[in-house]
Structure formats: structure tokens, C-alpha cells
């Protein structure tokens, strides 16, 4: 079977929603180049030679994927351009939105992807395994076993791995969290394991919502977490100790109109997804509706922001 690679061209903000338009169109995974990351590789001296040249435009960053080369390729690219202009209406930075594809022979790439992802021990005790790898648990470490499927989130990325040392300070035994645009479940997994009394995981994206619910069932965490499709919180009841929203900085200030009414006095909220340039818009806007700046905490070139209600005791 002969395959299309279709390449877009967005910044760094708006790779995971490109990834999930790839999903959304079929796509089993999706292979992101980033030149920035590269070059932390280069310079990390993890690699006993190579011959390599650092990226001099760091700016643009490429979310490849493969869609069968048939007769439904053409609606799929034509389905693509409009969402990537939907997309450059309602994200400030995403990027060219330069649409390419190239045909390639015949592979498995929804097995290929996963010689990149293996086990990773993410926060002080969080550790994420994927499915198909074996791990033995350290006294005291929780483990999270995952697929991400066509859902984002492996916990390698710098804004997950951002949320997951917070939570493993941030989550009591027995609090309410809500994850809104919960991806692949990592996060709430996690927030169950470490105590969470009910975790309400939520996506726009029905393709995620299953692939979290299959995750969960899997980590056996399906009696604390919930999984539904909404948009932001317009899909949940009740309210919460905790609220994640790794998402983007400009669905995070919309979010804002919306906690209100789902937050307990003195709840916090963990936000990332949050590109370095974007930190102060997203600071703001906590402020602007009342909550206080708890945390700040950076690694690359994302940020997760932790916020707490301006009415605790």
C-alpha cells in the first residue's frame, strides 16, 4: 500500500493542535520535527559523534503524517486546509500553516513511532511505561501504563512532564480534579494514582476522549476517573479542588470565563501548554479574574502556571 506524507508547517504553540487535526483525519500518530529540540540534543553531548549542523531557524516546526495514498486523500487534504485556516483565526501564533505532501512506499507507521517512546521515570516517583515494555516498580514509584494511540500526551513532552512533578506536589488524597483537554489520560491517570478522590477528564476531541478512556481501564483507574467530550467545561458537573488545562495559552484565557462556577474556595488551577512568550498573556488574564500567581515553573522554552483563587482562607 503506497501512503501520502503530509507535512504542516506551525509554530511551536500550535503543534498539538495540528497533531490533533492529523488524528482527527485518521492518522494513527504523527511525527513532529522541531528543529529547537534538535539542537538540545546536539548540545546535550548525549551522542558520541555526529554529523549533525544546529538549526539556525528555530521558529518553525513540522507535524508530519501518514494518510493512505486513495481516493479519500483528496477530501482529507481539502478537510486540512480549512482547519488550518480555522485554526490561524483563532491561535495568535500558528506558525506558516504551509500545507506539503509527498508520496511514500508501503510501512507500518503506527508501529514505527513506538521506537521512540520507552519508559521514563518523569517526576520524583511518576514513572510512564508504555504498554508493549515490561517495568519493575521501585518502593515508593507509581507507574503509569500508556498508549497514546492518536491522542497527544506520552509524558516526554516538556509541558507534560511540567504538569507531572506539580501534581505529585499538588494532588491530596481525595480531592476533585478536572483535566480539561485531557489528551491521552496521562494526567489524570496520574492525579488518580496519587490519591485524587474523582478526576474528571475531558477533551473536545472524541478520538482523544476514547483513547483516555482506554488508558484509563488499563491503569485500572476507571472507578476515580471519568472521560467525556466537551468543550472546555461546558460538558462538567460540580466542582473541583484541582483544575489542569494543558492546552494552549489562548484556550487557557478563554477558560478563565468559564472556572467560576466549577472551582471550590481556594482551588487551584495547574495550567501549561504555555509557550515562554505567551506567560505573561496567561498571567494577566489569572489576574484579571481574581486568582493569585502561585507557581511558575519553566523548562525549555514552555512554562506551567500554577494559580490559586483569590478566596482561600
Given at each position: 500500500m503506497k ?14 493542535l ?5 488524528q ?5 500518530g ?18 558520541d559523534?555526529?554529523d ?10 513540522t ?9 479519500g ?6 478537510s486540512?486546509a ?5 485554526l ?7 506558525g ?11 510501512e507500518?507507521?503506527?508501529e514505527?513511532?513506538?521506537?521512540f ?7 520524583a516517583?511518576?514513572?510512564i ?15 503509569v ?7 497527544f ?7 507534560t ?20 483537554g485531557t489528551?491521552?489520560?496521562v ?5 488518580a ?8 477528564a ?27 467530550q466537551?468543550?472546555?467545561l ?8 484541582l483544575?489542569?488545562?494543558?492546552i494552549?495559552?489562548?484556550i487557557?484565557?478563554?477558560?478563565f ?6 472551582l ?16 505573561d ?5 489569572a489576574?484579571?479574574h ?5 507557581k511558575?515553573?519553566r523548562e ?6 500554577v494559580?490559586?483563587?483569590?478566596d482561600?482562607?
Amino acid at each position: 500500500m503506497k501512503w501520502a506524507e503530509v507535512s504542516v508547517a506551525t509554530s511551536h504553540e500550535a503543534t498539538e493542535l495540528v497533531a490533533g487535526i492529523f488524528q482527527d483525519l485518521g492518522a494513527a500518530g504523527v511525527v513532529i520535527e522541531d528543529p529547537a529540540l534538535l539542537n538540545d540534543y546536539i548540545r546535550s553531548g548525549l551522542w558520541d559523534y555526529t554529523d549533525l549542523k544546529e538549526a539556525e531557524e528555530t521558529e518553525v516546526v513540522t507535524v508530519k503524517a501518514y494518510l493512505p495514498l486513495d481516493a479519500g486523500l483528496e477530501g482529507k487534504l481539502a478537510s486540512l486546509a480549512v482547519r488550518m485556516e480555522d485554526l490561524a483565526r483563532r491561535c495568535t501564533d500558528a506558525g506558516p500553516g504551509e500545507i506539503s505532501w509527498l508520496e511514500v512506499q508501503d510501512e507500518d507507521w503506527s508501529e514505527t513511532w513506538k521506537e521512540f517512546f520507552h519508559t521514563e521515570k518523569v517526576g520524583a516517583y511518576t514513572v510512564i511505561k508504555p504498554t508493549w515494555e515490561t517495568y519493575e516498580a521501585k518502593p515508593g514509584e507509581i507507574v503509569v501504563e500508556l498508549d497514546p494511540g492518536a491522542a497527544f500526551g506520552t509524558g516526554q513532552h516538556a509541558t507534560t512532564a511540567l504538569c507531572i512533578r506539580e501534581l505529585e506536589r499538588l494532588v491530596k488524597p481525595g480531592m476533585t480534579v478536572f483535566d480539561v483537554g485531557t489528551g491521552s489520560g496521562v494526567l489524570s491517570i496520574v492525579a488518580a494514582k496519587l490519591g485524587a478522590g474523582r478526576v474528571c477528564a475531558v477533551d473536545f476531541d472524541p478520538v482523544a476522549v476514547r483513547v483516555a478512556g482506554e488508558n484509563v481501564r488499563q491503569n485500572g483507574a476507571e472507578t476515580v476517573v471519568t472521560t467525556r467530550q466537551s468543550d472546555l467545561l461546558q460538558n462538567v458537573e460540580g466542582k473541583a479542588d484541582l483544575l489542569i488545562a494543558n492546552i494552549i495559552a489562548d484556550i487557557i484565557v478563554r477558560l478563565f470565563s468559564e472556572v467560576e462556577e466549577h472551582l471550590e474556595p481556594g482551588a487551584k488551577m495547574l495550567l501549561s501548554g504555555i509557550i515562554e512568550d505567551r506567560v505573561d498573556d496567561v498571567v494577566e488574564a489569572a489576574c484579571a479574574h481574581g486568582f493569585c500567581i502561585e507557581k511558575i515553573e519553566r523548562e525549555k522554552d514552555w512554562a506551567a502556571i500554577v494559580v490559586r483563587r483569590g478566596d482561600a482562607q
